[in-house]
């Protein structure tokens, strides 16, 4: 079975930063893809980043480009978002999740983690 745990969430002022983990375990053979999503409240989940283990070909939402970094330890299976430059507007909850493939839609995605708060204050 799958388990993908989340850590590094906290409070933080605006324009400060905060790197999150995401610590997978279990069997991981063809899921090749890592997501990071977020949820604020009252809004739709949405795309952060995502990432491959092989080839590490990743991707970011419009809205973080310049601002956040992806990025993965393969030998640890362990993937980080590293967040600079936080603006209230990324407080949210951020859940990682593993899938066949790096992509930007949560629903092709097949195992989650329970998330960890971000809140960014101004």
């Known amino acids: 079975q799958v388990q993908l745990v989340e850590s590094g969430g906290g409070l933080v002022q605006a324009g400060g930063s905060l790197r999150l983990s995401c610590g997978v375990s279990?069997?991981?053979?063809?899921?090749?893809?890592m997501g990071w999503f977020r949820q604020a409240p009252g809004k739709e989940r949405e795309f952060v980043a995502a990432?491959?283990?092989?080839?590490?070909?990743?991707y970011y939402a419009d809205s973080v480009k310049g601002r956040f970094t992806i990025s993965r330890d393969n030998a640890i299976n362990t993937v980080y978002l590293q967040m600079n430059s936080l603006k209230p507007e990324d407080t949210a909850i951020y859940y990682c999740?593993?899938?066949?493939?790096?992509?930007?839609?949560?629903?092709?995605?097949?195992?989650w983690g329970q998330g960890t708060q971000v809140t960014v204050s101004s």
């Open positions: 990432i491959n283990w092989i080839g590490g070909s990743a």
């Open positions: 999740a593993a899938g066949p493939r790096a992509v930007t839609t949560a629903g092709l995605y097949n195992y």
């Open positions: 279990g069997r991981t053979f063809s899921r090749n893809g």
